[in-house]
T-cell receptor, first 115, second 108 residues
Framework: DTAVSQTPKYLVTQMGNDKSIKCEQN?????MYWYKQDSKKFLKIMFS???????INETVPNRFSPKSPDKAHLNLHINSLELGDSAVYFC??????????????FGSGTRLTVV | KNEVEQSPQNLTAQEGEFITINCSYS?????LHWLQQHPGGGIVSLFM???GKKKHGRLIATINIQEKHSSLHITASHPRDSAVYIC??????????FGTGTRLQVFP
């Protein structure tokens, strides 16, 4: 069973479109995250939700809107896609209080290409 | 200057060599993470540690909180260890700050 699953794995779309990336975790974790990995492979936090509540909202264009219908899901919706949005987006989850050995579990990533 | 610095940026080794990757950070932390990004792109958490040393198989991670330094060691390296290794530390409210990564290539 996949612990953190993201869909789709690849997404190619035209500029100006609206798209969503879905993320689900079956680990019972309290916190979920979206990270963006740019072309230089640098990872940066975008959003964090704890029990459906927005905790972290970095300086991200408001075209990006996270939605957490329940604590097992955190979806990322992107409006009016731009070329610069092309990147790999990773979903992750963690326990609330650093329990366990690993802390974070990452999804396999969604490679978004805007053409 | 990045709050999390890794060295080296690139590392090549022959199979069987002992590998060390270093991470220094400038912020106070509760724990430090080592992650592995496979050539295919997937990210795996290797360790989370807040003191001392942890070992999983051929991987060993150490941390010195006073010196704000951590090392990841790989013993008896193998070509399948080829990946990018990323050090990350949490800021407030669990936001992870990532190092720039160390690209390791192990040749047979």
């Amino acid at each position: 069973d996949t612990a953190v699953s993201q869909t789709p794995k690849y997404l190619v779309t035209q500029m100006g479109n609206d798209k969503s990336i879905k993320c689900e975790q079956n680990l019972g974790h309290d916190t979920m995250y979206w990270y963006k990995q740019d072309s230089k492979k640098f990872l940066k936090i975008m959003f964090s939700y704890n029990n459906k509540e927005l905790i972290i909202n970095e300086t991200v264009p408001n075209r990006f809107s996270p939605k957490s219908p329940d604590k097992a899901h955190l979806n990322l919706h992107i409006n009016s896609l731009e070329l610069g949005d092309s990147a790999v987006y990773f979903c992750a989850s963690s326990q609330d209080r650093w329990e366990g050995d690993y802390g974070y579990t990452f999804g396999s990533g969604t490679r978004l290409t805007v053409v | 200057k990045n709050e999390v610095e890794q060295s080296p940026q690139n590392l090549t080794a022959q199979e069987g060599e002992f590998i060390t990757i270093n991470c220094s950070y400038s912020v106070g932390i509760s724990a430090l993470h080592w992650l592995q990004q496979h050539p295919g792109g997937g990210i795996v958490s290797l360790f989370m540690l807040s003191s001392g040393k942890k070992k999983h198989g051929r991987l060993i991670a150490t941390i010195n909180i006073q010196e704000k330094h951590s090392s990841l060691h790989i013993t008896a390296s193998h070509p399948r260890d080829s990946a990018v290794y990323i050090c990350a530390v949490p800021r407030i409210t669990d936001k992870l700050i990532f190092g720039t990564g160390t690209r390791l290539q192990v040749f047979p």
